[in-house]
């Protein structure tokens, strides 16, 4: 009856899509200062902070329902991407207190996103592929 690769992938895709999503909540509730200092700091526009709302809310959606979850975990993968760049450039292989690299989390999602890349999302999804 169940397939476990495809509840594996429904579990994978619905626990990114839900982390990320409280994410793209707190940018809802708090807005995008933060994005946008660091990209100051980095010399680029401040505009491209409000991309943030589409790889922390929309893509997030897309993944939990398994819409275009390729094509949503590209985009994920490319979030976390340049958050590892402008939030830890210059301490990336750095430790925490707790002994994990600091850009830990951010990594996490963007392997994460790959895999999902790679595996699809599976029989229980919107797209079925």
């Known amino acids: ?60 959606i897309f993944l939990i329902l398994g819409l275009y979850a390729r094509v949503s975990s590209l985009v994920l993968a490319f979030n976390m991407f340049i958050a590892i760049l402008l939030a830890h450039g210059g301490s990336m292989f750095s430790l925490s207190k707790h002994g994990g690299l600091v850009m830990e989390l951010p990594l996490f999602y963007f392997i994460v996103s790959i895999v999902v890349f790679i595996l699809g999302s599976g029989r229980y999804s919107v797209n079925n592929k």
């Open 1 to 60: 009856m169940f397939q476990s690769n495809d509840i594996g992938k429904l579990i994978l895709r619905v626990s990114l899509g839900v982390l990320i999503l409280f994410h793209g909540m707190n940018k809802i509730i708090y807005g995008v200062g933060g994005v946008k200092h660091l990209l100051s700091e980095a010399g680029l526009p401040q505009f491209l902070a409000y991309g943030v709302y589409v790889g922390e809310v929309i893509v997030p």
